[in-house]
Every structure is written in C-alpha cells, then in structure tokens.
C-alpha cells in the first residue's frame, strides 16, 4: 500500500470511528433522556393528598419541560437533526409525545375538569391552545416558545388548585368522566398499534428508515401515557381502591406502556417473521396492543 493509501485508509478508519461513536453517544444519551424526572411522591407525602387535578397537570408540565430542556425540541431543528435524516429518533419520539399531551390536555379540559355547561379551566384553554400551536415552526414564534407557555399555563392551574387560591377547576373525579381519557388513550394506542403492524406505506414495503420514525413516534404516545397514569392511580386511588379488579387492571396497564416506553434497540430492524433478526416495531407493538386490549376491559369497568 503506497503511502497515499495509507492515509486516505487512515482518514476513512478515523471517519467510520468517529462516526460510530458519534451513534453509540446518541443512543446512551436517549437512553438517558428517557427517564422522566418526576417524583410523585414528592408532590403527594402519604396522608396529604394534593387537590385533585394536581398530579396529572404536574405530570404534563413535567412530560414536555423535560423535552424542552436539554437539547430541546427536535423536529423544527435543522437538516442534520431533524426527524428526517440521521438524528431522528429523539425528534419523531417527541413528536409522538406532542400528539400524547395534546389529546390529554384536551380532554383534561373538556372532561375532567368540566360538567354539563360550565366554562372551560381559563388555563387548561390556553394550555391546549399552546400545544397545538405548529410543531415544525423554527421562527416568530418558535414552537418551542409556544410549548413552554402551555407548560407555564399547566403550572398556573396548578397553583390555583390551592386551598388559598382556589382559582381552578379540580377533576371531578367521576368515573363516566375518566372514561373519556381511556377512550382516547385507546384511540392513540390503535393507531399506533395500525402503524407499527403496517407493511407498506403509499403503495412500497416500509423502509428501514420509515420504519424506526414508526417506533419511535409509537413510543412517544406510550411515555406520556405511562406517566400520566400513574397520576391518575393517585388521583383516583379511593375509587380505585373500592373495585380490586380496575386497580389491577390499571397496574398491568401502566406496566405494559412503561415497559414499551424504555425500550430502546441500538438500531430498529425490521426483520421477518421468520428471520434472524428482530422486528422490533412488532416488538413493541405486544406492548401496545396488551396495553390497548386491558384498556378496553377498563372501559368495562368504569361504565358499571
């Protein structure tokens, strides 16, 4: 090999390491960053249960804080790391979450906080206004300006939760109420279900790089589900503690999205029901679908 060989190899040796652990960084650090920093427990000491409405606004606000925080929000960014090309999986998880919170918030406004004819929480309105706002907008305003207002709104309606204040609209903790959440969280979990069982988008086989934008935004809907309903074991822990079979089905609920919500492959395959390799969008989708199905039975239980 003449001495021009040798470093062209060199260069493209030192490219291809750097390259890979450019990868390895990214997927240790998602793996990271998927770990929701929120302490409910914290938020409700045993014997002192916050007004109702608390946990489950906290837990939003904290779902999207934490996305906006670090290297904040990814699918307005640029070419390189958008939900496009190369560093997308933390983008189209996001945008997964985005959807999440979305509906949550929406129902939270018109449902669980709601009865009959009465207004709209004034903060819950204007959270739910600021989520929708365009979550590929860069500029004038930003989306992510726009995002931490409806973090900043979800914080104000639970201030006003307070004894002191009494401002805003607690849940009302009925069941029939409740319902609606599970009816739409199940709607989001078919979708994604659709979606991660598909074979072939706009009339072609799935492509290796459509498939983990797939995954990843499936895996969003579950992160936020997850957390959230863990709040709501707190918030309807009395209810729930009277009917042993809803309890239980909750757990395996909240397990099943948590469990879907970590999984983290170092690369997504897509590999056939036969192959060597993993299909890792079939892998989660066992998750999401027994999350699905256990819902439904929740659903049962919550209209006796």
Known sequence: MTWLGRLLFNRFALLALLWFAGVVGLHVGQIRHDRLPLDLDALAPPGEPPPPGTLLAATLATVMRHELSGTGWRPNDFLLWGPRVLAD??????????HAVRRTTQVMKEHLTKISSD??????????NAFRYDEWRFFYPTAEGRYALGVR??????RGLKPELQTSKPLTLRHMELLRLFQAWSDMLGDAHANLYRSEIDGHPVRPWES???????????????????AIQRE?????????ALAALVE???????YAARLKPFVV?????????????RNLDV???EARQKIYSIREELEK
């Open 89 to 98: 999986n933390n983008a189209n998880r996001q945008l997964g979450i985005l």
């Open 119 to 128: 207004p709209f929480d004034a903060n819950l309105d204007k959270a739910d």
């Open 153 to 158: 709104y979800l914080e104000d309606y639970v």
């Open 212 to 230: 983990d934008d797939i995954f990843y935004r499936a895996q969003g809907h579950t992160h936020v589900m997850a957390a959230c309903l863990r």
């Open 236 to 244: 309807h822990a009395r209810s729930f503690g009277e009917r042993e």
């Open 252 to 258: 395996e609920v909240a397990r099943s999205l948590e």
């Open 269 to 281: 395959l897509d590999g056939g029901d036969a192959g060597l390799t993993a299909n890792h969008r």
């Open 287 to 289: 998750y999401v679908a």
